[in-house]
């Protein structure tokens, strides 16, 4: 099992480069989001509601690395999985909720007839276990 944490995208002329942060500070941010009943988007409808606001939709998505370029264009912020490097343009900075964790479960094939893996799935495998 896996597990990304979310943080809050911002563009990088906002002055929210904090060490974490509280998502009530993004009341009233529009709000870069996802299709409806995707993850992402369920996410962060329920931690905008535990920070007592319901969140404005300037724009939606079915992909993060959009949604990370559109924070920094300026369009507005969003929640996202914590990325591994930076965002030009944008600060991704961790919230404060512990809730704004998700496990992710990983499958991947069986050995092939030579019993081992794919040279593919054995890099994926190796760089999710990093």
Same mark, same amino acid.
């Given at each position: 099992m896996l597990k990304f944490t979310a943080s809050w995208? $911002? /563009?990088? $002329?906002?002055?929210?480069?904090? *060490?974490?942060?509280? %998502? =009530? #500070?993004?009341a009233g941010e529009p709000f870069i989001t996802f299709? /409806? #009943?995707? *993850?992402? %988007? %369920?996410?962060? *409808?329920?931690?905008?509601?535990? =920070?007592?606001? !319901?969140?404005?939709?300037? &724009?939606? !998505?079915?992909?993060?690395? !959009?949604?990370?370029?559109?924070? =920094? =264009?300026? %369009?507005g &912020?969003?929640?996202?999985?914590?990325?591994?490097?930076?965002? /030009?343009g944008a600060v991704h900075v961790p919230l404060d909720d512990p809730e704004a964790e998700r496990s992710i479960g990983v499958a991947w094939p069986t050995l092939n007839r030579e019993g081992q893996l794919s040279p593919a799935v054995e890099r994926f495998l190796a760089f999710l276990r990093e």
């Open positions: 995208s $911002t /563009p990088l $002329t906002s002055p929210a480069a904090l *060490e974490s942060v509280d %998502l =009530a #500070r993004a299709w /409806p #009943r995707a *993850e992402l %988007l %369920l996410l962060t *409808e329920q931690l905008c509601r535990q =920070a007592g606001f !319901t969140l404005s939709v300037a &724009v939606r !998505t079915g992909e993060v690395a !959009t949604a990370r370029a559109l924070v =920094a =264009a300026g %369009l &912020v969003a929640v996202v999985p914590q990325p591994m490097t930076g965002t /030009p």
